[in-house]
């Protein structure tokens, strides 16, 4: 092949090549016909820093495909590539949940928000986050939060702020926010449909003080619990918030260290204690969760053994069909 016929070949296939591509996201005229769903998808299920490096486990959040509403919870920065091998459309998200603004919750939004934009072509989909994600020094671009005037492109979703309190609804499914103990502004939630009803804690601290064999302590004093006879203070809000719920998400991160911003599951049994929840799911672990030994079945076995309540450890690409506690409501 000569030179000019080499050119008319790359020409003739970039210009098809770029047809392709806008039929499937600039054109894109509407979503597949879903049906109304009840499922729960782990894209990945590691936090904080040693997480988001090696992403084990991965850093991605979780889908909750629930009735018409299909959204994605705390994308970290393992989002994309977990999309990839689950095979996920995120052109069919109605919306995106940051919970606050730390790496491993809030790293993966922008990519898919240009997939629920549909290569920000269309204005399409909500993001939901804290006010301190969106402003002053906002961690979300304002190109990704629907500011994309300049740019030429004219899709991006509607930005909506969380409030303690402050139900949201979303193609008949409502979310109502749950201020979370963690540092910055943080929300976890309580998801309501048909009568069914689904927590997620997000990252916040629970116990405040516990008893030792030499008196009670705090848990402002860093470091790991061994010396543990059982909990003294505890965040009375967090557990009356997640009560009622059926399914209860719950970040934990390790068993006992970083108490004084995570659950852990020295705190969870506590939690769950006289609580609804008929199944709780234990996410975000840290790598000493996993490295040199996996410890999230026997963390799983203690707070379902100490609470009484069924406790599941979640793992990357982790599908849950809760389409059971729909029934009879
Ligand atoms: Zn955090």
Request: proline content about 4%; hydrophobic content about 35%.
């Given at each position: 092949?000569?030179?000019?016929?080499?050119?008319?070949?790359?020409?003739?296939k970039?210009?098809?090549?770029?047809?392709?591509?806008?039929?499937?996201?600039?054109?894109r005229?509407?979503?597949?016909?879903?049906?109304?769903?009840?499922?729960?998808?782990?894209?990945?299920?590691?936090?904080n820093?040693e997480?988001?490096?090696g992403?084990?486990?991965?850093t991605?959040?979780?889908?909750?495909?629930?009735?018409?509403?299909?959204?994605?919870?705390?994308?970290?920065?393992?989002?994309?590539?977990?999309?990839q091998?689950?095979?996920?459309?995120m052109?069919?998200?109605?919306?995106?949940?940051?919970?606050?603004?730390?790496?491993?919750?809030?790293?993966?939004?922008?990519?898919?928000?240009?997939?629920?934009?549909?290569?920000?072509?269309?204005?399409?989909?909500?993001?939901?986050?804290?006010?301190?994600?969106?402003?002053?020094?906002?961690l979300?671009?304002?190109?990704?939060?629907?500011?994309?005037?300049?740019?030429?492109?004219?899709g991006?979703?509607?930005?909506?702020?969380?409030?303690?309190?402050?139900?949201i609804?979303?193609?008949?499914?409502?979310i109502?926010?749950?201020?979370?103990?963690?540092?910055?502004?943080?929300?976890?939630?309580?998801?309501?449909?048909?009568?069914?009803?689904?927590?997620?804690?997000g990252?916040?601290?629970?116990?405040?003080?516990?008893?030792?064999?030499?008196?009670?302590?705090?848990?402002?004093?860093?470091?790991?619990?061994?010396?543990?006879?059982?909990?003294e203070?505890?965040?009375?809000?967090?557990?009356?918030?997640?009560?009622?719920?059926?399914?209860?998400?719950?970040?934990?991160?390790?068993?006992?260290?970083?108490?004084?911003?995570?659950?852990?599951?020295?705190g969870?049994?506590?939690?769950?204690?006289?609580?609804?929840?008929?199944?709780v799911?234990l996410?975000?672990?840290?790598?000493?969760?996993?490295?040199?030994?996996?410890?999230?079945?026997?963390?799983a076995?203690?707070?379902?053994i100490?609470?009484g309540?069924?406790?599941?450890?979640a793992?990357?690409?982790?599908?849950?069909?809760?389409?059971?506690?729909?029934?009879?409501?």
């Open positions: 092949m000569d030179k000019a016929e080499i050119d008319l070949i790359l020409r003739e970039t210009r098809q090549a770029i047809a392709d591509s806008r039929c499937k996201w600039r054109e005229t509407g979503c597949p016909a879903k049906l109304p769903g009840a499922s729960i998808t782990f894209m990945g299920t590691g936090g820093p997480a988001v490096i992403q084990r486990p991965r991605a959040g979780f889908i909750l495909d629930i009735g018409d509403l299909y959204m994605w919870v705390d994308p970290g920065p393992g989002a994309l590539q977990a999309a091998e689950e095979n996920i459309d052109g069919m998200l109605d919306a995106i949940y940051i919970s606050h603004g730390h790496i491993d919750h809030y790293a993966g939004a922008e990519c898919l928000i240009e997939g629920m934009c549909w290569a920000m072509s269309a204005r399409r989909g909500l993001l939901l986050g804290p006010r301190d994600v969106f402003e002053d020094h906002p979300i671009s304002e190109y990704h939060q629907g500011d994309t005037g300049k740019s030429g492109y004219a991006g979703p509607e930005v909506i702020y969380l409030e303690n309190g402050k139900a609804e979303i193609k008949g499914v409502t109502t926010p749950q201020k979370a103990y963690h540092g910055s502004e943080n929300y976890g939630f309580v998801l309501e449909y048909k009568g069914f009803r689904l927590g997620y804690t990252d916040t601290n629970y116990i405040r003080t516990y008893r030792t064999s030499k008196g009670i302590r705090s848990v402002e004093e860093l470091g790991i619990i061994m010396d543990f006879q059982g909990i203070e505890y965040r009375q809000d967090i557990k009356d918030a997640y009560r009622d719920v059926d399914v209860l998400i719950a970040n934990v991160t390790t068993h006992n260290a970083w108490t004084h911003r995570h659950i852990t599951t020295l969870l049994p506590h939690l769950l204690e006289g609580s609804q929840v008929r199944k799911f996410n975000h672990f840290n790598y000493c969760c996993l490295e040199p030994e996996d410890l999230r079945e026997t963390m076995r203690y707070v379902e100490t609470s309540i069924p406790a599941r450890a793992y990357d690409g982790l599908r849950v069909d809760v389409r059971e506690f729909l029934k009879g409501r």
